[in-house]
C-alpha cells in the first residue's frame, strides 16, 4: 500500500474572505483563489477559510470545501445542529451548484454530459484518476456561455460547469477528459498548451450555490459573478 505523502505548502494569501450574508445560523462567503478550505497538517498550511473564520465566528464548521486554487461561494454552520442539517442537504444532494471555468480551446458542442468515475490512486496523489472498476460515478454537465480567443492563450471557451455528483476534483479531471482542460489547472492540463504556463490562478469559480435554510426553511440562491 503506498503512503500518502503531501509536501504542497501554500504560498501566502494576502487577499480576504468576503462576506456576502451572515446570520446566527450560517455565513456565506466568497473564497478567494489561493485560499486552502482547511488548515493542512503541516504548520506552514495554517491560513485557510476555517482558520480565518473561526476567530470570527467562534465554533463555525466548514459544511464543503473548494479546492485551493478555487474561488466563490461557501457556505459555513455556525453551530454543529446547523452543520449537521447543511451537510445533510449535501449528502441527499439538494444543494445544487454552478461553476464558471475557462476551458482550452473551443467546445464543439453547446452543452453536454461528462460521465466518468474517478478513483483516488494514492500514488498519483494528489492527482485524482478516470478509473470505471474502482472509480466512484461522477457525473458533471457543461453548457457554452462564449467561444473567445486571447492572443496569449489563444482559443478559450468560457462554460458553466454543474457537477451532479461532488468527488475531488471533479470538474478539473472531467474537463480534461473532455479535452479541454480548466485554464490555469496544473494537475489537469491546463497549463499544457502555448501561452498558457503563465496563467495566474485555475479559472474555476463557484459562482452559483441553491440551499435550503436549515432554520427560516427559506430556498437560498446565491449568485457572485466570475472574476475572471
Same mark, same amino acid.
Not at 483563489?33 to 480565518?52: E, F, I
Not at 457556505?75 to 441527499?92: E, G
Given at each position: 500500500?503506498?503512503t500518502?505523502?503531501? %509536501?504542497?505548502?501554500?504560498?501566502?494569501?494576502? @487577499?480576504?474572505?468576503?462576506?456576502?450574508?451572515?446570520?446566527?445560523? $450560517?455565513?456565506?462567503? &466568497? /473564497?478567494? @483563489?489561493?485560499?486552502?478550505?482547511?488548515?493542512? /497538517?503541516?504548520? +506552514? &498550511? *495554517?491560513?485557510?477559510?476555517?482558520?480565518?473564520?473561526?476567530?470570527?465566528?467562534?465554533?463555525?464548521? *466548514?459544511?464543503? !470545501? $473548494?479546492?485551493?486554487?478555487?474561488?466563490?461561494l461557501?457556505?459555513? @454552520?455556525?453551530? /454543529?445542529?446547523?452543520? @449537521?442539517?447543511?451537510?445533510?442537504?449535501?449528502?441527499? !444532494?439538494?444543494?445544487? /451548484?454552478?461553476?464558471?471555468?475557462? +476551458?482550452?480551446?473551443h467546445l464543439?458542442?453547446?452543452?453536454? %454530459?461528462?460521465?466518468?468515475?474517478?478513483?483516488?490512486?494514492?500514488? $498519483?496523489?494528489?492527482?485524482?484518476?478516470?478509473?470505471?472498476? %474502482?472509480?466512484?460515478?461522477?457525473?458533471?454537465?457543461?453548457?457554452?456561455?462564449?467561444?473567445?480567443?486571447?492572443?496569449?492563450? =489563444?482559443?478559450?471557451?468560457r462554460v458553466?460547469?454543474?457537477?451532479?455528483?461532488?468527488?475531488?476534483?471533479?470538474?478539473?479531471?472531467?474537463?480534461?477528459? $473532455? =479535452?479541454?482542460?480548466?485554464?490555469?489547472?496544473?494537475?489537469?492540463?491546463?497549463?499544457?498548451?502555448?501561452?498558457?504556463?503563465? %496563467?495566474?490562478?485555475?479559472?474555476l469559480?463557484?459562482?452559483?450555490?441553491?440551499?435550503?435554510?436549515?432554520?427560516?426553511?427559506? &430556498?437560498?440562491?446565491?449568485?457572485?459573478?466570475?472574476?475572471?
Open positions: 500500500m503506498s500518502i505523502v503531501d %509536501t504542497f505548502i501554500a504560498p501566502p494569501c494576502h @487577499a480576504q474572505i468576503e462576506t456576502l450574508y451572515q446570520d446566527s445560523h $450560517l455565513v456565506l462567503i &466568497n /473564497k478567494p @483563489a489561493g485560499l486552502l478550505s482547511l488548515s493542512g /497538517k503541516n504548520p +506552514l &498550511n *495554517l491560513d485557510s477559510v476555517h482558520h480565518r473564520l473561526v476567530q470570527i465566528f467562534p465554533g463555525c464548521t *466548514l459544511v464543503h !470545501r $473548494l479546492d485551493f486554487g478555487t474561488s466563490g461557501m457556505v459555513v @454552520a455556525r453551530n /454543529k445542529a446547523i452543520n @449537521a442539517a447543511l451537510c445533510q442537504q449535501f449528502s441527499q !444532494r439538494t444543494v445544487s /451548484k454552478v461553476y464558471s471555468a475557462l +476551458l482550452c480551446g464543439e458542442s453547446d452543452e453536454g %454530459t461528462i460521465d466518468a468515475a474517478i478513483a483516488k490512486d494514492p500514488a $498519483l496523489f494528489p492527482l485524482m484518476s478516470i478509473c470505471a472498476i %474502482t472509480g466512484k460515478p461522477a457525473r458533471s454537465r457543461y453548457r457554452v456561455v462564449e467561444r473567445l480567443y486571447r492572443e496569449q492563450e =489563444g482559443p478559450l471557451t458553466e460547469l454543474t457537477p451532479e455528483t461532488g468527488r475531488t476534483h471533479q470538474l478539473r479531471i472531467h474537463c480534461q477528459q $473532455l =479535452g479541454h482542460p480548466i485554464l490555469g489547472c496544473d494537475l489537469y492540463g491546463g497549463l499544457l498548451p502555448p501561452g498558457t504556463e503563465h %496563467t495566474p490562478r485555475l479559472m469559480h463557484a459562482s452559483e450555490l441553491h440551499f435550503v435554510h436549515p432554520v427560516s426553511g427559506e &430556498n437560498i440562491a446565491a449568485r457572485h459573478a466570475s472574476p475572471f
